[in-house]
């Protein structure tokens, strides 16, 4: 918890004796003077709801505050707000509002009362708004400033619970109260909490969609993977390609040539062939025509020695 301190110099100016009233606290002590607002008309009660409105209505804006929401962390956002409205003093023998003090003064020092801080949880960067009020949505605590305090027991001692509410109100502050419009209040704080539940929705619909992107930028890396190693397999098939199409290249060259060298195998065998078939018709023809000449040859000595026969025949008949 963080408590902030904003320091007033008190104004110079002519203190007057007045008489001891008992203030909104319930006290009997010395009253402490005002300060003078120099600004300020004659009328004092509608100067004082005016400003009592406007300091309202700045605490209400202070009240909430913007938080950047890391990715991992859960960030805490502790705020403080004060407010400090001038009484106008007593003109003439008008009556005037007092606020009961201690016999000691106080430093001049004014010290605003502490909100409870309200943890921030949500993954990415988006504005969060925290209020002074109790938040119904979740635990909240309240910090209690102990001055002067020996013990741990802050509400023992009525001097110490007195010297507590005078350093948490500034001057003006129960007039303040008294002139609030409570139904303006509700309505803004009505208005704050609205606001915080529709940012806790979107916040949580800004997770889902974190979560959505985070699973589809997965799977997009996944189908990159996939795509990487297609591609991969894709030039190994490539390669192995080229290579079938280079060794079916070598090959019909080889059994090209082979072809060629058995065609002219098969022509030179060819012309072999026809030269023996030439050969062996002229060498026909040379036999035929001997075997003719034979064949005469032996007509005539047939004829020959049919004759030789007859004739012996005839001799010996």
């Known amino acids: ?185 509700f309505a803004e704080f009505n208005v704050g909490a609205a606001r915080q539940t529709c940012l806790s929705a979107e916040v949580s619909q800004v997770s889902v969609v974190e979560v959505a992107e985070a699973a589809r930028v997965s799977q997009l890396n996944s189908l990159k993977g996939r795509t990487i190693t297609l591609e991969a397999k894709k030039s190994t098939l490539e390669g192995q390609i080229a290579a079938l199409k280079s060794a079916a290249i070598t090959k019909d060259t080889e059994l090209a040539d082979n072809l060629t060298d058995q065609v002219s195998l098969l022509e030179t065998t060819c012309s072999g062939l026809y030269d023996q078939l030439s050969s062996y018709k002229l060498f026909k023809e040379r036999y035929e025509a001997v075997q003719d000449e034979y064949v005469k040859i032996l007509s005539d000595h047939a004829v020959d020695f049919d004759f030789e026969l007859m004739g012996m025949a005839v001799d010996i008949c």
């Open 1 to 185: 918890k963080d408590v902030q301190a904003a320091v007033v110099d008190k104004p110079r100016g002519t203190r007057k004796k007045r008489k001891a009233a008992s203030g909104a606290s319930g006290s009997n002590l010395p009253l402490k003077n005002l300060k003078e607002d120099h600004d300020t008309s004659g009328d004092t009660d509608a100067s004082t709801a005016g400003k009592s409105l406007t300091a309202l209505q700045g605490l209400l804006e202070r009240s909430t505050l913007a938080a950047e929401v890391g990715v991992v962390a859960v960030a805490t956002v502790p705020f403080v707000t004060s407010s400090m409205t001038l009484t106008p003093e007593r003109e003439g023998n008008a009556e005037v509002t007092f606020i009961a003090r201690s016999p000691i003064p106080p430093p001049p020092v004014v010290t605003a009362a502490v909100a409870g801080i309200a943890p921030v949880l949500g993954v990415g960067t988006e504005s969060a708004i925290q209020s002074i009020f109790h938040d119904f949505a979740s635990s909240s605590v309240i910090y209690v400033p102990k001055w002067n305090v020996i013990n741990d027991s802050a509400l023992d001692d009525p001097e110490v619970c007195r010297n507590m509410i005078n350093q948490l109100a500034p001057s003006g502050f129960f007039s303040q109260l008294r002139g609030m419009d409570y139904d303006q209040l």
